[in-house]
């Protein structure tokens, strides 16, 4: 009997630890493929190929892409996450005890993108509103995982600009970027690790086959500015959001 008890605590154990490796290798097969989707496909511009490929740290993020000229001013937005271009929020109202679809306001989630397009809100927040949305087509929902943007520019020209794509996720706290960091800043307490800013230049006369995004830095991290930080150090599981953000323009 002593040798009995010994040994099927061992066994659990291993069996236990054998199982979910298995399920662990079945997930990593199912992996689904790329979310496919479209943006401004009437737009007579360029068309342009944005392949996301998530990290091991997404986790429902939400997201913008936008073009600037080489000297940072805002041209068009290509995609916004739909409840931030709504001002409307799946999980946004909280009032009956339970968190229900609503009206929510998040300037600290995509705020270098929202001074960059520089509409203020009556309330002051560089944010579409409910009452003021983004058009359908630039909006849509927030792919769970890998996805392919397809859009398009609103015109031929510049010939040179920049891709930009800003990025954040809630709940993703690190030793830094801490919930009682700034206590009585509820804002802040909505993106935990600042918004991360991404950037590629791309020069339609000189073209590459794909282009790669890089952080460039993140974020005010309640919204409160439009400025950007480029100092990464204080980032941790945030970089891993994405593993990959590729861009090409099809001809």
């Not at 662990?24 to 790329?34: A, L, N, S, T, V």
């Not at 590629?200 to 974020?219: A, C, F, N, R």
């Amino acid at each position: 009997m002593l040798v009995v008890v010994l040994v099927l605590p061992f066994l659990t154990a291993f069996i236990s630890d054998n199982s979910m490796q298995q399920r662990w290798w079945q997930r990593k097969r199912e992996k689904q493929p790329p979310m496919e989707f479209n943006t401004l496909a009437e737009a007579p511009g360029h068309t342009i190929e944005i392949r996301f490929t998530a990290g091991r740290s997404h986790n429902h993020p939400l997201m913008a892409f936008w073009l600037e000229d080489t000297a940072g001013n805002y041209i068009q937005s290509l995609y916004v996450a739909e409840s931030i271009a709504k001002g409307y929020f799946r999980h946004g109202d909280p009032s009956t005890g339970r968190w229900e679809p609503g009206p929510l306001r998040r300037p600290a989630a995509l705020p270098y993108w929202g001074h960059k397009r520089g509409i203020k809100a009556p309330d002051g927040y560089f944010i579409p509103t409910q009452d003021d949305p983004m058009p359908d087509a630039v909006t849509g929902p927030t792919p769970k995982a890998d996805f392919i943007l397809t859009t398009r520019t609103r015109h031929m020209e510049p010939r040179v600009f920049q891709v930009m794509m800003e990025i954040n996720q809630s709940w993703d706290w690190n030793r830094f970027w801490h919930n009682n960091k700034f206590p009585d800043d509820p804002h802040y307490k909505t993106s935990s690790q600042p918004a991360l800013v991404y950037k590629t230049v791309v020069d339609l006369d000189d073209p590459k086959e794909e282009y790669t995004m890089q952080p460039i830095g993140h974020s005010h991290w309640s919204g409160a500015t439009g400025e950007l930080f480029n100092d990464l150090g204080t980032i941790t599981t945030a970089l891993q959001i994405s593993d990959k953000v590729k861009v090409r323009i099809v001809r």
